[in-house]
């Protein structure tokens, strides 16, 4: 469940989050730095680190230039047009890895359509990152692009090919049934990923509680018997965090 802003793309992997030379270095490295990937993945260390401690709402251009040893407005610009641009990328280095669970889980065979499916749910919705994510993350009424983005990835990516093929897996195999594989797919991933999201409606616990009550109804529907109070805990915690931080 890529309750994740951009469900789900790169993983926060070992990243060090103490300011150190080594790690950022001093202008004069930082100049003679010719490998732009290194660039940009500082930058990325730094902005991760002051949205974490100050929120992204409270973290400015200034702030990253003034943690990053050196380099310059201008060499931040010629990598990220904006703050925004720098969070999105933040948030992909975050969540590629949950890309890659998805697809260990949609190409298990010892597991049947629905099996997967709660599999997914109850992977996407504990993994420690979501905690970053749900603390990282700004308001979505404020920032128009990341929710055209995660409507995008979510339409056009999660759902025909992670989620639609275990559908079919489903269907084929009599754990799922729908005559329109393509819809479902869609719909529980919008659900899930945008109308369950905090960020997006500003959700409280309460209201989370609520929202997720009416998705797991909506699910047996189609007898996908798959949501379980310990996903309930989990959604209510990661609200929980949100709200704290925005």
């Known amino acids: 469940m890529k309750y994740n802003i951009r469900l789900d793309k790169h993983t926060i992997g070992m990243i060090n989050l103490k300011h150190t030379d080594s790690m950022f270095g001093d202008e004069k490295s930082m100049a003679r730095n010719k490998h732009p990937e290194e660039t940009v993945n500082r930058i990325l260390d730094v902005a991760f680190q002051l949205f974490m401690e100050k929120g992204y709402e409270h973290t400015s251009i200034q702030d990253i230039i003034d943690n990053l040893g050196g380099l310059s407005k201008g060499a931040i610009y010629h990598h990220f047009k904006s703050k925004e641009e720098i969070l999105m990328a933040v948030t992909d280095r975050m969540t590629e890895e949950s890309n890659q669970m998805l697809a260990v889980i949609r190409d298990r065979s010892d597991l049947s359509g ?12 504990s993994r420690p990152v979501q905690d970053d994510i749900f603390t990282v993350a700004p308001s979505f009424n404020n920032n128009p692009k990341l929710l055209f983005s995660l409507l995008h990835d979510t339409i056009y990516e999660a759902a025909p ?4 093929p275990i559908i079919k897996q489903g269907i084929s195999d009599g754990s799922i049934q729908t005559d329109y594989p393509e819809q479902l797919a869609e719909l529980i991933l919008l659900a899930a990923n945008v109308w369950m999201n905090p960020m997006i409606f500003d959700n409280t616990e309460e209201e989370s509680y609520c929202k997720f009550m009416v998705f797991s109804q909506m699910l047996k529907g189609f007898g996908l018997d798959i949501v379980d109070e310990e996903m309930l805990n989990r959604l209510q915690e990661l609200t929980s965090i949100y709200q704290k931080n925005k």
């Open 114 to 125: 629905k099996e997967k499916l709660k599999t997914i749910f109850k992977e996407s919705i």
């Open 161 to 164: 090919n992670y989620i639609l």
